[in-house]
Structures are given as structure tokens and as C-alpha cells.
């Protein structure tokens, strides 16, 4: 694809994870344009040089007009914590962008996933629609490439509380933590080469740590304290508050508890090269 000529279209661009995708197609020479629920606010938030379109996921109308005369669409959204959002964003949101693409004849459609995504990992409401996302934008017969993404080094912040990190739940597993900015170079590059498409891509950092391995680096550059708390007490804490955010943590971290990485990073490296920030170098600049 060349750059120069082309429109991308993210939808959740001003996500954690959207935002540095559109930030990078811009920067790497695409037009990028953006469907948002609030242009004003997505104007100051991220800057000059995006084409705006008012719209919602669930006004399929603004989405037929944003995705008019697109080569691609990158899709970044954010479902949860209730079933039903989950299936909202995660599945049908997934579905009807596809078959909306399909049907306009767009070069592609790349979608942010995660490397628990499959049949068999399939034990709560996030990766169910996850899973079914997937297909569903498999079966609307567009090109397609999905990142199959380990976890953001950028999320580590958000399980800060005060002085404490929090470790929820028993990690056990290594993970290739990685950084948003080669996450962001990665799906840029794959604009720029066909070899990607129909793909799923596993999206791994350059070093492994399990997360309480990770917390640590991170403990020790924000000078933070790893604070241990298992599910079940999350799930607890959650119900007495009526937090719904508690209680979806505690099902995720359950989750994580049980699987961890099983693909390969391989293909997305080779086609893409591979990710070059470690966490600590990370925490250098971040913490
Ligand atoms: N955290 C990780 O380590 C990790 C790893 C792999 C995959 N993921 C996945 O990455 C995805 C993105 O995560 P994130 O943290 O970037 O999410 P986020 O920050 O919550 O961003 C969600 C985006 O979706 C937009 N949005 C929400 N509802 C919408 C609607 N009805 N119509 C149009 N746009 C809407 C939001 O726009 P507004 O600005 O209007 O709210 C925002 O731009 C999630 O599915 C997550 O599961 C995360």
C-alpha cells in the first residue's frame, strides 16, 4: 500500500491502544481518518492532522459513512465488564464493521486481539466475544489481519492504587511484555505489505516475566509496592461495593491465572520486525 494515498479508518483511535496506531499511520504517511463519538474531544485530545467522523458503533449509518471510501480499517474498541457490552463491542461491533467492509470492497480489516483468544480458552464473556469477534470477521469473507497481542506494558500503571501495585490472583506465567509504541509500528507496517493479510499475527515483547516479575521492574523504577490480593478476594471486594470494574478483574485475572502464551511471534517479526523495547527501558522513560 502506499502511503500516501490511503485512508485508514480506526475506530476506538482514541483508545490506550488506538491512539498510538492512528499517531503512527499519520506519522508513517497514511490519511487516517476517525470515527468518534465526540469529534471536539477527540480534536483536543489528539491533535491536528485526522479527519474526524461523528459516529457510534451502534448507529450502523455512521459507520457505513465513515467506512466509505476507506483502504482499511483498523478496529481497537473495548467491550466489558457486563456480558452484554462485551458481546456489544467485542462481537457484533466486530461483525458489522466486517460485513459493512465487506460489502464496500475495503482492502482490509485489522483488529486488535489478545493471545488467549481461541475455542479452547474460551472461559468468560470477554474471551468468548472475543472469539466469536473473530470468526465473525473471518466469515464476512474481507482481508483480514488479527493481533493476537501479549500484555501492554502500558496497563501496568492501571493496577496502581495509591503507594501499591496490585498482583491479582496466582500469575504463574511468563509474558512477553510489550510496549504500545512497536505494538503501534507493527500494524502500520502491516498497511504497508500484503503478506499479512488473513493472518493472525502474535504481537510478543523482546523478554518474558511473569507479572510478578514485571511489577517488580516496575516497583522499583515508580517506587510503588507489590501488593498481593488474590481473585477470590477482588471478587469479594467487588460484590460488597456493587464495583462491577472489581468484579470483571477478578474474572480476568482468574483467566490469566490459567492460560498463558501459546503462539508463535515468529511470522509477525519476520513480516514486521520484531519489538525492540524491553520493560525495563520501558519503565526508564514511562515510570
Ligand atoms: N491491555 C492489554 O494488555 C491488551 C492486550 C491485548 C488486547 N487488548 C484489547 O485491546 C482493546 C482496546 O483496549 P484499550 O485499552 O485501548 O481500550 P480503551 O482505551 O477503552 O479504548 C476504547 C476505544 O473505543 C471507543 N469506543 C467505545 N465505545 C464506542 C462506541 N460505542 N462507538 C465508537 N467508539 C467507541 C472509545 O472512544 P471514546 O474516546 O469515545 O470513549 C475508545 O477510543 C480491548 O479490546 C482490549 O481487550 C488489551
Redesign the pocket.
Known amino acids: 500500500m502506499d502511503a500516501s494515498k490511503k485512508i485508514i479508518l480506526i475506530?476506538?483511535?482514541?483508545?490506550?491502544?488506538?491512539k498510538p496506531v492512528a499517531q503512527q499511520l499519520k506519522a508513517d504517511g497514511f490519511n487516517v481518518r476517525l470515527?468518534?463519538?465526540?469529534p471536539e474531544k477527540a480534536k483536543k485530545f489528539l491533535g491536528e492532522g485526522y479527519e474526524l467522523v461523528q459516529g457510534?458503533?451502534?448507529n450502523l449509518a455512521s459507520v457505513r459513512a465513515a467506512l466509505t471510501g476507506v483502504d482499511g480499517v483498523h478496529i481497537?474498541?473495548?467491550?466489558g465488564p457486563t456480558e452484554a457490552d462485551f458481546e456489544r463491542?467485542?462481537h457484533f461491533a466486530v461483525r458489522d464493521i466486517s460485513q459493512i467492509a465487506k460489502e464496500k470492497n475495503v482492502g482490509r480489516v485489522t483488529l486488535?486481539?489478545?493471545y488467549a483468544v481461541s475455542e479452547e480458552k474460551a472461559d468468560t464473556p470477554e474471551s468468548r466475544s472475543k472469539v466469536k469477534g473473530e470468526a465473525a470477521l473471518k466469515f464476512s469473507g474481507v482481508p483480514y489481519t488479527i493481533f493476537r497481542?501479549s500484555?501492554?506494558m502500558e496497563?501496568l500503571p492501571l493496577f496502581v492504587q495509591g503507594k501499591n501495585i496490585s498482583l491479582i490472583g496466582n500469575q504463574v506465567h511468563l509474558l512477553h511484555w510489550i510496549a504500545v509504541e512497536d505494538y503501534a509500528r507493527m500494524v502500520s507496517k502491516s498497511y504497508q505489505t500484503d503478506e499479512t493479510l488473513n493472518k493472525e499475527l502474535y504481537i510478543f515483547g523482546p523478554e518474558a516475566h511473569t507479572m510478578s516479575e514485571a511489577m517488580k521492574i516496575y516497583a522499583e523504577h515508580s517506587g510503588v509496592r507489590v501488593s498481593p490480593m488474590s481473585t477470590q478476594m477482588l471478587a469479594v471486594l467487588g460484590a460488597l461495593t456493587f464495583n462491577t470494574e472489581w468484579k470483571g478483574m477478578s474474572v480476568l485475572m482468574k483467566h490469566y491465572e490459567k492460560w498463558g502464551e501459546d503462539g508463535s511471534p515468529e511470522e509477525a517479526n519476520r513480516l514486521l520486525g520484531a519489538p525492540r523495547v524491553t520493560l525495563k527501558e520501558w519503565c526508564e522513560t514511562h515510570c
Not at 475506530?11 to 488506538?18: C, D, F, H, N, Q
Not at 470515527?35 to 465526540?38: E, G, M, Q, Y
Not at 481497537?76 to 467491550?79: A, D, N, R, T, V
Open positions: 475506530i476506538g483511535g482514541t483508545g490506550m491502544l488506538g470515527l468518534v463519538r465526540n457510534d458503533v451502534d481497537s474498541l473495548k467491550g463491542m467485542d486488535i486481539s489478545a497481542c500484555w501492554f496497563t
